[in-house]
């Protein structure tokens, strides 16, 4: 079982409309949640961290934590085409030395 | 206002040549890290060092060494490089431990023959 998967395709979805992307991770004693968007030929950069179970709200971005269910979401609200980019979702690891394990990443691309 | 800076940004290599990628980042973070990314893959962890004058092994280490030079340097070499390590490589940074933001360089684009 990978450490965190998003297993979704491309996503298009229209200006203006909600973006939903989902993580899922295997080990339960993971604390920390992030998502990072990525350009295309850019590095990633954090949008988002969650440490606690339920909804965290920044500008057009929420994300959302369930611990019991090991699910990490995040939603873009009101979706731009500045939004077009590879979300990966991001968690510790809780053994061993300071590791974050990074899923394949959702690409996401805002229609006009 | 640097942050991460890795260098090189692009090479190429034939199969067997060796490299070294080298990785500095001027925040005084104590951990700092070794991705690669392929497409389809996402980013998989080659090597870190939580902290100077320690390294360990990530998801996919073999083939690179590492070295944690001092606390701003943590270099990346290839002994003999290989076709499957054309890559982007990416370094990392963090402060300690994993409630803050794990910053990156540019990326190094490698490409083996």
């Known amino acids: 079982q990978k450490e965190v998967e998003q297993n979704s395709g491309p996503l298009s979805v229209p200006e203006g409309a909600i973006a939903s992307l989902n993580c899922t991770y295997s080990?339960?004693?993971?604390?920390?949640f992030f998502w990072y968007r990525q350009y295309s030929g850019k590095s990633p950069e954090l949008i988002m961290s969650i440490y606690s179970n339920g909804d965290k709200e920044d500008g057009r971005f929420t994300a959302q934590l369930n611990k019991a269910s090991q699910y990490v979401s995040l939603l873009i609200r009101d979706s731009q085409p500045s939004d077009s980019a590879t979300y990966l979702c991001?968690?510790?690891?809780?053994?061993?030395?300071?590791?974050?394990?990074f899923g394949k990443g959702n690409q996401v691309v805002v229609i006009p | 206002n640097a942050g991460v800076t890795q260098t090189p940004k692009f090479q190429v290599l034939k199969t067997g040549q060796s490299m070294t990628l080298q990785c500095a980042q001027d925040m005084n973070h104590n951990s700092m890290y070794w991705y690669r990314q392929d497409p389809g893959m996402g980013l998989r962890l080659i090597y870190y060092s939580a902290s100077e004058g320690t390294t360990d092994k990530g998801e996919v280490p073999n083939g690179y060494n590492v070295s944690r030079l001092n606390k701003r340097e943590f270099s990346l070499r290839l002994e003999s490089a290989a076709p499957s390590q054309t890559s982007v490589y990416f370094c990392?940074?963090?402060?300690?431990?994993?409630?803050?933001?794990?910053?990156f360089g540019e990326g190094s684009r490698l490409t083996v023959l």
């Open positions: 080990d339960r004693g993971s604390q920390s």
């Open positions: 990392a940074s963090l402060q300690f431990g994993l409630t803050g933001e794990l910053f």
């Open positions: 991001a968690v510790n690891i809780p053994y061993g030395n300071n590791r974050l394990a």
